[in-house]
């Protein structure tokens, strides 16, 4: 079965530096999708980014970008010039093969002013 | 427009009560989804459904159940409420036949049990 670990429960970084969130995945599956998703205060879930497995370029997303190593099942999140409003939850996420997303337990971030 | 609404987004009820949240999505997906995050919000996966197929995780109790009156709704429906069933409830809908099969999801619904 298919497991995400998030392994920083909590960061915290001044605003303007940039974080980086660690997310790895175990699977035997060749092609799949990975996304990160941010929960603010408010608790809605938002979709910050996704990856396909097969494409080798990372994504990235304004400020956000990815750092994607298949062969090393890692999957980790840049947050550059980081702002108060990234203050969140983030959770890693692996779409598994029904289509369903295998979760971490998320690593909650401070932006601090 | 609300992409994928839940209603009411608060509930507090008694233990033993009968309750529902409501989900409605306006996206067109094929696929609806409920997960519940516990107070230490960690996600977990509920329900998957779509016309063809209701995928059921094994560790939720039958006093839950899913009910679809159409493609755009899936509504869950609480038996006999316990004091463990307090948390956060998300309605999520996706494209499964898209390309990323991303999930969209509703506000939450907090369900409190006293």
């Known amino acids: 079965a298919q497991t995400v670990t998030q392994s920083q429960p909590e960061m915290s970084v001044q605003e303007a530096e940039t974080v980086t969130l660690s997310c790895t995945y175990d699977?035997?599956?060749?092609?799949?999708?990975l996304f990160w998703y941010k929960q603010p205060p408010s608790r809605q879930m938002i979709l910050v980014i996704r990856?396909?497995?097969?494409k080798q370029q990372n994504a990235t997303e304004n400020r956000f970008s990815v750092n994607f190593q298949k062969a090393a099942k890692s999957f980790s999140l840049k947050i550059s010039d980081s702002q108060l409003g990234d203050t969140a939850m983030y959770f890693c996420?692996?779409?598994?093969?029904?289509?369903?997303?295998?979760w971490g337990a998320g690593t909650k971030l401070i932006i601090k002013p | 427009d609300t992409a994928v609404s839940q209603t009411p987004k608060y509930l507090v009820t008694q233990m033993g009560n009968d309750k529902s949240i409501k989900c409605e999505q306006n996206?067109?997906?094929?696929?609806m989804y409920w997960y519940k995050q516990d107070s230490k919000k960690f996600l977990k996966i509920m329900f998957s459904?779509?016309?063809?197929?209701?995928?059921i995780n094994e560790t939720v109790p039958n006093r839950f159940s899913p009910k679809s009156p159409d493609k755009a709704h899936l509504n869950l429906h609480i038996n006999s409420l316990e004091l463990g069933d307090s948390a956060v409830y998300f309605c999520?809908?996706?494209?499964?036949?898209?390309?990323?099969?991303?999930?969209?999801f509703g506000p939450g619904t907090r369900l409190t049990v006293l």
């Open positions: 999520a809908s996706s494209q499964v036949s898209g390309p990323y099969n991303e999930q969209f």
């Open positions: 996420a692996y779409r598994d093969s029904n289509y369903q997303l295998i």
């Open positions: 459904y779509n016309n063809k197929e209701l995928i």
């Open positions: 990856q396909e497995a097969y």
């Open positions: 996206l067109g997906h094929d696929t």
């Open positions: 699977t035997s599956e060749n092609n799949y999708y």
